[in-house]
Each structure stands twice: as structure tokens, then as C-alpha cells.
């Protein structure tokens, strides 16, 4: 996998702004054999941060219904099909769109749309798999482009995608995708040389056609915004080497702000700066001075209340989950149904995972975890256990079934989930959590199996009294 820091999706999305779910039904559908799971993911404003994700309910006959209330001119959504192959729709206020989706003999999706916007989804089917970020980053190493190869693809995909365009007989629908797939071909263009620069341990500075391309990017664009290509303007504004993944980002946050405020003048784009510049943040930061960001953030999105309002429980969670402060407790589900407590295993040193079956970060840190528990296989100072939060419970048993880990497995209900994740702070997974002997926080935020000093790390805290 693609380094987890650099993915898209490698961490659980807060949710923020105001209900989404509405009453008029937009969506529905058939689900024909072999498809036992639907999800539909969409955004309040096109910001991948406010995108949420409901389950559809495949009845028994295989039918299934999607109702929202849009918020935006333009509403594109994603059918997720057995957590793999994802299905575009446009929907259309007032009007039914229908889908029947399939599985080809080899597994793969297939779909066929009727009724309203039936040419528009079959185009956004076609431009969400174009720019489907893990089709050029994907998390398996082993299925990893070489530069070149990226490249190639992503220019063949986005010329397919422009000969689409005289398809969409609305004008503006038209324009919409040709200036989101313009600024699309940019953002993987710059993102391609990002990451080839952090593989090689080089500076952008050694790319100049990075600056080339990035200067022909406005940064108050709407479609600067929907691509993330305004947060890779900022970025370059402020000293490299600020951001520190699992360090103090703390310098990095406070850059960014100044940025924001000396370049941004469209209120869209800074609203969502600000808020990629408080997750980035606190989901990635470790240790250093979260208070004085957090008091500069206060001030900076005092025109945004929801933000501050998103963000204050985590910073009061990392108050509560210092380490030497008493672990918070958690109610939690066996695989035979039985009931337990997290501090039923204090006494011994407890690595905790934090996890969810649909977290491709979390099943990829799993071989690692494996690797981990066989180390110390015999240790009776050491155990560990795997906490799931997937609302599908038996996605996670099958998931078990196939994997059939060794260590000890449980689940929360929905309740128990967002309660433990608001106490520990938990605004993206997988966590990692170390507790001592004595039901005490070690690390709330720990190292992740696949650190290369994980080991010395757990060997050290282990022998600490």
C-alpha cells in the first residue's frame, strides 16, 4: 500500500455540518445475486471532508431505495458495491433515477442505469473511475505505478473522459465536468511528483515542473477546492518540512493559517482550508503544543462555529488521555456474543487496534499485527486485542472467518463506538492504543504495527514500572 499518509482515504471521515438525509427518493434500484453490500457516499459541498456514507438496504426481492436532500446545483454520488467497484449516479431533484447493478463472471460490477439522467450517471460512472484516487495510488505495494505508468494512464483516462463530455446535453452540467476534469488532470499531475519526491526522499524543489504546473492554479477556484489542488497552493507557500506526520505539526498548522489568511479570499475555499488544516492536524500530529494551535485555530475559524464545535471534544479528549491518566473504559462484543469491558484486560501491558473492515489502512496494518502478536507468542506480560467499529457486524465475522486472527477479537455497538471514539479522540482510524498493567494510558496515539521500531517500542514499555 501506498503510504498511509499520503492516501485519500486512509482515515475515517468526521462528519461535519447539518443533516444530509432528506425525504425525496432519488435513487432506486436492484441488486441481483452475489451483491450482499451497498453503500452511497456523497458530499454537502464537494469537500472529500464533509463526504458521509450511508448503508442502503438490499431488501429480500434485491431492491433498494437512496433519498437525499440536495444541497448543491450539481449532486454526483457513489454506489459502493461489496466494498469494492464504485457505481457514479447523478441525481436530479424531483426526478427517479434507476440502477440495476450485477456481477460479471469474474466478479466485476456491472450496471445499468434507466430513466432520468441515465446519460449523466453513465458519464460520472465513467469520470469517478477515471479519477478514482487508488487507481494511481493503490494501497498494495506490489500493485504500485511506476511514474511513467501513472502518467500514462491518467492522461489516456482524461482524454476518454473529455470525448464523453458532448454526451451531457446541459450546458453548464458540461462545463461543471470539463473544468472539474481539467483540474482533476492537474491535481494527480502535481500529486504524482509529490509523492515520487517523498519516495526518493527529495525535495519539490528538485521538480520544476512542479512550480510550472502549480502556478497556473488559482487558488480561489471553485474547482481548486473540489480537487484539493488550493490546499497543494498553500502548502507551497509555507517553509517545507513543517509537516511532520506523527510529530509536532503544531509550526505546520500555524503556517498554514498564515497562508490561508494572506492568499485566500473566497470564503468556500477558505472554509475548506480550514477545515483540512484542523484534521490534518489532529489526526495526524503527535505530542507537541496542541493547546497554542488550537487557541490560533479558534480565532482563525471564528467565522466557521461548526468547525470549532467539531474540533473541541478532540482537543478535550487529548486532555482526558494523557499518558499516566486512568484508560477509559469501553463496553464490547465477542464474536459468540458474549459482553466484556475493556478494563476486564488490565493487568498486563494491552496493545489495542482500532479498526474497521472497510478501512483499507486497517487491513493492510493486519500482517503486520500478525507478525507482532507471533513475536510475542509466550509473553505473558503482553496481549493484544482488536476493537472494531464496523456498523456492519457481519462484515466483521466474515471477515474474521477468512483472516481467523490469534489474538483476541471484539466489536462495539454503534452507541459504544461513538462514545469511544469521542473519549479516546478518535477521529480516524486505525488507532493504536498502549494501556499498562495498571489500566493506565501509555500512549493514546501509538505507533502503528508497521513502524520499524514497534517492537523496541513495546519491548521498552513492557519493563517500565
Known amino acids: 500500500m501506498k503510504n498511509s499518509k499520503w492516501t485519500r482515504w486512509c482515515v475515517m471521515v468526521m462528519l461535519v455540518g447539518a443533516p444530509l438525509w432528506g425525504n ?21 459541498d464537494g469537500d472529500i471532508l464533509t463526504t458521509q456514507y450511508q448503508q442502503l438496504e438490499v431488501k429480500n426481492d434485491g431492491t433498494f431505495e437512496f433519498d437525499a436532500q440536495l444541497l448543491t446545483p450539481f449532486n454526483d454520488v457513489t454506489i459502493y458495491v461489496n466494498d469494492d467497484e464504485g457505481v457514479g449516479a447523478h441525481l436530479v431533484a424531483g426526478k427517479t433515477l434507476e440502477l440495476t447493478l450485477g456481477l460479471d463472471r469474474k466478479g466485476h460490477v456491472t450496471y ?18 477515471a479519477f478514482d484516487f487508488m487507481r494511481y495510488f493503490p494501497m498494495d505495494p506490489s500493485k504500485a505505478l511506476k ?18 463530455l458532448p454526451t451531457i446535453r446541459d450546458a453548464a452540467l458540461r462545463d461543471h465536468y470539463a473544468k472539474f476534469a481539467d ?11 509529490t509523492n515520487e519526491a517523498y519516495e526518493s526522499e527529495k525535495s519539490l524543489d528538485d521538480y520544476p515542473e512542479y512550480d510550472k504546473l502549480l502556478a497556473t492554479v488559482d487558488v480561489n477556484d471553485e474547482y481548486s477546492r473540489l480537487t484539493g489542488l488550493s490546499g497543494m497552493v498553500i502548502d507551497r507557500k509555507i517553509p517545507q518540512g513543517l509537516m511532520k506526520f506523527g510529530g509536532d505539526m503544531a509550526p505546520w498548522g500555524l503556517a498554514q493559517m498564515e497562508a490561508i489568511d494572506r492568499y485566500v479570499t473566497n470564503p468556500d475555499v477558505r472554509k475548506s482550508l480550514a477545515r483540512s488544516c484542523a484534521y490534518t492536524f489532529f489526526t495526524f ?15 482563525f475559524a471564528k467565522d466557521y462555529p461548526e468547525l470549532i464545535e467539531a474540533y473541541a471534544p478532540k482537543v478535550a479528549a487529548m486532555s482526558k488521555t494523557a499518558k499516566g491518566t486512568d484508560a477509559i473504559n469501553a463496553v464490547m462484543q465477542t464474536p459468540d456474543g458474549k459482553t466484556c469491558k475493556l478494563s476486564d484486560f488490565f493487568g498486563k501491558f494491552t496493545y489495542v487496534d ?16 500478525e507478525k507482532l502478536v507471533e513475536h510475542f507468542k509466550g509473553n505473558g506480560d503482553i496481549q493484544f ?18 483472516d481467523k486472527p490469534e489474538w483476541a477479537q471484539f466489536i462495539l455497538s454503534k452507541e459504544e463506538a461513538k462514545h469511544f471514539m469521542d473519549e479516546w479522540g ?12 495498571n489500566g493506565k494510558i501509555y500512549a493514546a496515539d501509538a505507533a502503528r504495527p508497521s513502524d520499524k521500531d514497534i517492537i523496541d517500542t513495546l519491548e521498552k514499555a513492557i519493563i517500565e514500572k
Not at 24 to 44: E, M, P, R, T, Y
Not at 114 to 129: I, L, P, V
Request: hydrophobic content about 45%; some cysteine; proline content about 3%.
Open 24 to 44: 425525496a427518493q432519488l435513487l432506486k434500484g436492484k441488486a441481483n445475486d452475489g451483491i450482499k453490500d451497498l453503500q452511497v457516499g456523497i458530499s454537502l
Open 112 to 129: 445499468d442505469f434507466k430513466g432520468d439522467a441515465k446519460t449523466e450517471s453513465e458519464f460520472y460512472t465513467r469520470f469517478s473511475r
Open 147 to 164: 511514474p511513467a505508468e501513472a502518467l500514462k494512464m491518467l492522461e489516456q483516462e482524461t482524454k476518454a473522459v473529455r470525448a464523453m
Open 183 to 193: 483540474a482533476y488532470n492537474k491535481y494527480f499531475r502535481l500529486r504524482m511528483m
Open 285 to 299: 500530529g503527535k505530542g507537541g503544543d496542541y493547546m497554542k494551535f488550537w487557541n490560533a485555530f479558534q480565532a
Open 354 to 369: 482500532v479498526w474497521a473492515t472497510w478501512c483499507g489502512p486497517c487491513c493492510a496494518e493486519i500482517p503486520h499485527l
Open 385 to 402: 486485542i482488536s476493537i472494531s467499529v464496523d456498523a456492519n457486524q457481519k462484515a466483521w465475522l466474515a471477515k474474521l472467518e477468512k
Open 426 to 437: 478518535i477521529t480516524g482510524i486505525p488507532r493504536f492504543i498502549m494501556i499498562d498493567r
